[in-house]
């Protein structure tokens, strides 16, 4: 698949309101299927917020609850979906982002590595211990989420082992915004990789999001951005521009992995 159409829906998340979250979300993969996406996208912890101390209650495993629904909405509407959720893992609850294939088929879950300290993940969640590289028909993805972006290392992994695309659920504190644009640019510059990211956004609960979802292309050129209220916005890209700036600037050809 040479060109690629993905619609990001940035939204403003109810804290702990199930029922109201998913309602946005159903509609949003209506509109984006209607728009003719192959994928949308949404923010992290889409359902919950950060309603992390009610974490059991609000958590699914992922064969029931909002998996089971999102897995739905996929096949009714024939376009892949991502965004977090939390997931029951026996006693314990993870971040999960898992990625919906057309079909409805579950084709692989990335459960948050590194968590957030200042928003108690490390007291209520259990972390991820594994990168998730998907094999979709536009080409190698790895997945990740919000705080995982300022981890460069995962990224540079992803794209040694032939990501073409990293996608970011996350919601993003308004109040640091700019360290999210600018990191969502650096991923895709080092990498020469597109980077797309969905944001969540406004007040839920007492934290404040700041939107700016985007998609970055690997030359570091932002092709779509959203502003700092709920939208959806959609941009169609053309995944063969990866293979020119890489071989434009051959970086994965000139580093030196004997030496670092």
């Known amino acids: 698949m040479a060109k690629l159409s993905i619609t990001l829906g940035q939204i403003n998340i109810a804290l702990a309101d199930e029922r109201k979250n998913y309602n946005t979300i159903e509609k949003g993969v209506v509109e984006a299927a209607r728009r003719g996406s192959h994928l949308v996208v949404f923010p992290e912890l889409w359902s919950s917020g950060y309603a992390l101390q009610q974490g059991k209650e609000l958590s699914h495993t992922l064969d029931k609850g909002l998996f089971a629904q999102v897995s739905t909405l996929a096949q009714q509407n024939k376009i892949s979906i991502l965004g ?18 057309p079909s409805g088929r579950l084709m692989g879950v990335y459960r948050k590595i590194h968590l957030f300290q200042l928003m108690d993940e490390h007291r209520f969640l259990q972390p991820g211990n594994a990168p998730l590289m998907l094999d979709l028909p536009w080409g190698r993805t790895g997945i990740a989420i919000c705080y995982d972006l300022r981890f460069p290392e995962l990224f540079r992994r992803y794209a040694v082992d032939g990501a073409r695309i990293f996608i970011i659920p996350a919601e993003w504190p308004l109040e640091r915004i700019e360290h999210w644009r600018t990191l969502l640019i650096a991923r895709a510059i080092e990498n020469q990789a597109y980077v797309v990211a969905t ?21 570091g050129k932002i092709v779509v951005e959203a502003g700092e209220s709920p939208q959806m916005v959609t941009a169609e890209i053309e995944m063969d521009l990866v293979e ?11 580093r030196r992995s004997d030496v670092y």
Not at 84 to 101: Q, T, Y
């Open 244 to 254: 020119e700036v890489r071989t434009r600037i051959p970086v994965f050809e000139d």
């Open 84 to 101: 977090s959720l939390l997931e029951k893992r026996g006693n314990e609850v993870a971040n999960s982002a898992a990625f919906f294939a």
């Open 199 to 219: 944001n969540a956004v406004g007040k839920t609960g007492n934290n404040i999001f700041g939107g700016h979802s985007m998609i970055v292309d690997p030359w």
